[in-house]
């Protein structure tokens, strides 16, 4: 119990200390309740260290927080910047079938197609890869370590990948068929 009114009476000086700092890590909704991160409230602390080992990234300071927060939206760009990149591809496919004199409307429809299938096979599978990998890395105790987090990323991004360029030929066939037959 003296443990607990410590770590409160701790926090609640942080907390006052750094208010700013806090302000700009943590969105204003979240403050004060059991939900975010260890910096939203001291309960959310308590409860975050009552948890099991081995769940999450052991950020010990500002600088840690600053660089996961810069990593995330990095990682954040690189997958929009990727889709911006795909769909202009498709675009310009079209474009080009266009202007050749091909049957652009058939081409609009299998690339979207391919898309659309591709981007929820990729997103799928990548992220059902970092989660399930996150629980056995967890398990073997490398996902706190930084080779673990590089192992877990990188395969998220070739499984993601790979399923979403399966996804993408399925579905332009899947267009491609249902187009051909109405003809």
């Known amino acids: 119990m003296r443990l607990r009114q410590a770590v409160e009476r701790r926090y609640n000086e942080l907390n006052r200390k750094f208010r700013v700092e806090l302000e700009r890590i943590v969105p204003r909704a979240d403050m004060g309740k059991n939900r975010g991160t ?26 840690q927080a600053g660089r996961l927060v810069k990593f995330a939206r990095a990682i954040r760009c690189v997958g929009n910047g990727a889709i911006v990149l795909d769909a202009g591809f498709r675009a310009n496919d079209v474009r080009r079938t266009h202007q050749a004199g091909g049957d652009w409307m058939r081409e609009a429809s299998v690339q979207l197609t391919g898309f659309g299938m591709g981007g929820f096979f990729g997103g799928a599978a990548g992220k059902s890869t970092v989660i399930g990998g996150a629980a056995l890395l967890a398990k073997m105790g490398l996902a706190l370590t930084p080779a ?10 070739a499984v993601g990948f790979a399923a979403g360029y399966g996804g993408d030929s399925l579905g332009k066939y899947i267009s491609s068929l249902i187009w051909d037959r109405g003809r």
Request: net charge positive; hydrophobic share 40%.
């Open 38 to 63: 260890a910096l939203t409230s001291s309960q959310r602390g308590l409860e975050l260290a009552r948890r099991s080992k081995g769940r999450g990234l052991d950020v010990s300071d500002y600088i």
């Open 148 to 157: 673990g987090w590089v192992v877990l990323l990188a395969g998220g991004v």
